[in-house]
């Protein structure tokens, strides 16, 4: 679902990363975060959680997004993971700006299919989460037009 932005390349032969809808979601080194995790903690690709179902990820602060994904998800029957990236989330940029990478702000979100391309972005919270999150998941797993 287009976001309102526009493509950053038209050129098919330069990779330039971007989290708009319909692009390859970009690559960022995670490290998780959990009591005792520390350096030694193994690195894994944002790539990594796009394998099997439906992501969700969010800023680290507000449960908002991933409560309603989940709720939708269920509502809809759709497999789905929401996690929250940056300090005190499930995982920290290792190095580089996650928020930054995907262009949203610390209360958006982005949903990547599981084929791992951005099926939609919000760059800040919306006023009524739970009927946005169940259009978007909607429309990208084809049960709405």
């Known amino acids: 679902m287009p976001d309102g932005t526009q493509p ?8 330039v990363p971007s989290a708009a809808p319909g692009a390859r979601a970009p690559h960022i080194w995670l490290r998780q975060q959990h009591p005792g995790a520390g350096p030694a903690t193994p690195l894994l690709s944002t790539l990594d959680l796009f394998e099997h179902q439906f992501t969700l990820l969010t800023g680290p602060r507000d449960e908002t997004w991933r409560s309603a994904g989940r709720r939708a998800a269920r509502n809809l029957g759709l497999p789905l993971c929401a996690y929250a990236i940056g300090p005190g989330g ?8 996650w928020a930054q990478l995907y262009d949203v702000d ?17 760059r800040s919270q919306a006023d009524d989460a739970v009927a946005v999150m169940g259009h978007a998941l909607a429309v990208a797993s084809g049960r709405q037009a």
Do not use: M
């Open 8 to 15: 950053l390349n038209t050129d098919s032969q330069a990779y």
């Open 90 to 97: 499930d995982f920290a940029p290792d190095a580089g700006d």
């Open 106 to 122: 610390a209360a958006g979100a982005v949903l990547v299919r599981p084929d791992g391309h951005i099926a939609w972005r919000s």
